[in-house]
């Protein structure tokens, strides 16, 4: 069942392009409009959200924070994403018009199902994206869109997860085609940028080979920062997550600006930084601001480990490793970005002896508050 690999989650990280595939499967009408599974929301409803609140835990709530850009650029409406075990802790402000979505892989988490309670207690209306059919979640939410990655058995989320973040983008993009922020033309033309996606992937797995090598060189490291900006900054966040699950290293990841106002103490000589860099072709400054935090960091002696776009010259100094990622748009580059941290940490859990499928401590789905 592991189909020739060592571990699930070889399996499932090689599986990815075809989650993408299935999950954006039927998604286009004849007609060209866009369609979901359970859409027990009528389009008058969706045209009344003056906010969206995302939930969900773990890499299911990175999902959501990549999703955010996504779902305020394209919606202009504005969009929360917080942590289901903190969301009803703190009094959250809800109504009819406010739209939460659950995100959620196995549909059993129990404080992303408090929180969807929660919500719908205070009469607004729930969408849950989930991997697993007539599971709780879904079935106590008003509409669902089911990601299609297939049963994920490892512990350590990979698959589901870049399910995830294309369910929100075509959650996104209805909800632009409803309210008619975006043309029928401009949703198609991303809709088509997502659908070159899985090609995209399997190209980055096709060349992931030096990050198994790295990892074996930095196997005896005490730390690893992850650093990101934009749709990277969640990226960084779930390379640090991985690490920690599987390799139990001390990782953190940080939005890149931040570095200057404290996380730039941590760096000393030989300290291993993963750097995910935004395209130099999109039009916002991100990149340059980038290459300078990987400058900095590197100037005070750290490993910098950068992932970057081909074609990308201007990090090449600054880079002690290098690992390039096919050029797509930026809101679509965590779907290539993550795939060489997940491998990483998957082979830095491998190198260190550890279960990669039953990391210690976890269970595949957490049941308890
Ligand atoms: C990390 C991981 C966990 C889950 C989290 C939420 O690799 O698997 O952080 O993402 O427990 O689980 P779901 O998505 O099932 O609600």
């Known amino acids: 069942e592991k189909g020739g690999y060592d571990y699930f989650m070889l399996k499932e990280i090689a599986e990815q392009p075809k989650a993408i595939a299935d999950t954006l499967l039927g998604r286009v009408g004849l007609d060209g409009q866009l369609v979901l599974d359970e859409m027990r929301l009528s389009d008058e409803e969706l045209r009344e959200v003056d906010k969206v609140v995302i939930v969900s835990c773990g890499t299911s709530f990175h ?15 504005p969009c929360e994403v917080e942590l289901a075990s903190e969301f009803r802790y703190r009094d959250p ?3 009819r018009s406010t739209l939460v979505i659950a995100i959620s892989q196995s549909g059993e988490t129990a404080d992303t199902l408090m929180a969807v309670r929660h919500a719908r207690e205070q009469r607004s209306r729930v969408l849950a994206i989930c991997n697993t059919n007539g599971s709780t979640i879904p079935r106590e939410s008003d509409a669902v869109v089911y990601t299609h990655a297939g049963p994920e058995i490892a512990v350590a989320s990979t698959k589901a997860f870049l399910a995830q973040i294309v369910a ?34 399997e190209k980055v797995l096709e060349t992931i080979e030096p990050v198994r090598a790295l990892a074996r060189t930095l196997k005896d490291k005490k730390s690893v920062l992850f650093l990101g900006r934009h749709v990277g ?24 600006g931040e570095l200057k106002h404290g996380p730039i103490a941590l760096i000393e000589e030989g300290v291993p930084v993963v750097v995910t860099v935004p395209s130099p072709s999109a039009r916002h400054r991100l990149h340059d601001k980038i290459v300078s935090s990987i400058q900095e960091v590197r100037a005070r002696g750290a490993h910098t480990i ?46 260190k002896g550890y279960d990669v499928d039953q990391p210690r401590n976890l269970a595949k789905s957490v049941t308890v508050e």
């Open 93 to 95: 402000i809800l109504s």
């Open 306 to 351: 950068v992932i970057a776009e081909e074609g990308d010259e201007a990090v090449v100094p600054y880079a002690n490793t290098l690992i390039r990622i096919p050029q797509v748009p930026t809101l679509l580059q965590p779907l290539v970005s993550t795939v060489p941290l997940q491998v990483f940490a998957c082979e830095m859990a491998t190198v």
């Open 233 to 256: 900054y969640p990226v960084a966040l779930e390379g640090a997550l991985k690490l920690k699950e599987l390799a139990y290293m001390h990782a953190e990841g940080f939005a890149a």
């Open 63 to 77: 999902a959501g924070l990549i999703a955010k850009y996504a779902i305020e650029h394209w919606t202009r409406i």
């Open 168 to 201: 929100c983008y075509v959650v996104g993009l209805y909800l632009a085609q409803v309210r008619g922020t975006k043309f029928g033309d401009e949703i198609a033309t991303v809709m088509d940028q997502i659908n070159e996606m899985p090609a995209a992937v």
